[in-house]
């Protein structure tokens, strides 16, 4: 059984709304484990959350509270000459890959600066890397030179690929990173990075709305809505039977490659709540076809349940 590398317990995130005392509950208790060498999506409509926990799990953001352990270290309280020393085994990969390049700086200057700042490396070592790091994302040695601007977006998501392997991490927040190109470079991409996990034994957080993709390159899949986890299970038991009505609504809206793959599509009535008043009992009652007196006033909580052999975890009433 593989070994448990990111630990998260009980995260939250609320920002003030300026100007009012009222709060936006972006994240609110979320529970969560990954194990090393896995690929855990996270999915959900936007606006869920799941780019802050991203951005918590990196301390990008700090916690309202929570815990963050990573192979022990708690992230949250470790003191902040500590967490820098601990910095370089979590990377990200943004989702827009022009506005997370620095236009000012050539390719040489973006891969070899952190390990500047991260490992003990010459500078021969570190040309070496650079060289490297480029022909393993498909780039040449030529373009050590170029500026982010001189690049496709398929091409600048490769540099950020780079540079975020470029300190030999273990673990990587990967948020959307193929959602702002075209679809044939996805591909490329996507493939890129499952090839990279194989050589480097890399542990992934996927964060993304697209569930094909999701599916495509996690081993479990997390599904958030409104801040709060509902649903949690391996990539198959997922798809083969979710059990949340939410998960249910999100799967039936893939598209179908044949006439013989169409689902039953599930129309969810309403938009999303807000989330600085969010609704009392189940987040998702006032959008649920099913909900019950018990939904409106009851928060339902992340439980296990038994389904065929598997760990599988739902957050609703209406679930035996």
């Known amino acids: 059984m593989s070994e448990r590398l990111l630990e998260i317990r009980g995260l939250v995130k609320h920002f003030a709304v300026e100007g009012t ?6 994240v609110d208790g979320v ?3 990954v194990m090393k060498g896995e690929t855990l999506g996270l999915v959900g409509e936007s606006g869920c959350g799941k780019t802050t926990v991203g951005r918590l799990v990196l301390r990008l953001l700090d916690p309202t509270a929570g815990e963050l352990l990573l192979d022990g270290h708690d992230l949250v309280r470790l003191p902040r000459k500590e967490l820098r020393r601990l910095r370089f085994r979590m990377q990200i990969v943004f989702q827009d890959p022009f506005s997370s390049l620095n236009p000012r700086m050539t390719v040489q200057t973006l891969l070899t600066r952190p390990m ?4 003990t490396l010459s500078a021969v070592a570190r040309q070496a890397r650079l060289e490297e790091l480029l022909e393993k994302v498909g780039l040449r040695g030529e373009h050590r030179s170029r500026y982010p601007h001189e690049f496709s977006g398929g091409q600048r998501q490769r540099i950020a690929i780079a540079r975020a392997l470029s300190v030999n991490p273990d673990f990587i927040v990967l948020d959307e990173p193929t ?4 679809v044939s470079v996805q591909a490329q991409i996507l493939n890129l990075l499952k090839q990279l996990q194989r050589d480097h034994g890399l542990t992934y957080l996927f ?3 697209n569930l094909s993709v999701v ?5 479990r899949i ?4 409104l801040g709060q986890l509902v649903e949690v299970a391996s990539r198959d038991a997922l798809f083969t039977a ?9 799967i039936s809206a893939i598209p179908a490659l044949t006439p013989r793959g169409r689902r039953e599509r599930i129309r969810l009535t309403g938009d999303v709540p807000s989330a600085i008043r969010v609704p009392s009992g189940c987040r998702f009652h006032t959008r649920c076809p099913f909900a019950s007196d018990r939904c409106r006033s009851e928060a339902p909580t992340l439980r296990q349940v038994a389904v065929g052999g598997e760990a599988h975890q739902v957050s609703c009433h209406l679930v035996p």
């Open 21 to 26: 005392r009222e709060m936006v509950h972006a």
């Open 31 to 33: 529970d969560l484990g």
């Open 242 to 250: 979710p059990l949340h009505p939410y998960t249910r609504a999100l």
């Open 207 to 209: 964060i993304s709305h």
């Open 116 to 119: 500047e700042i991260h490992l």
């Open 222 to 225: 997390a599904v958030m809505y």
């Open 179 to 182: 959602s702002a190109l075209d």
């Open 215 to 219: 599916r495509h390159m996690s081993d």
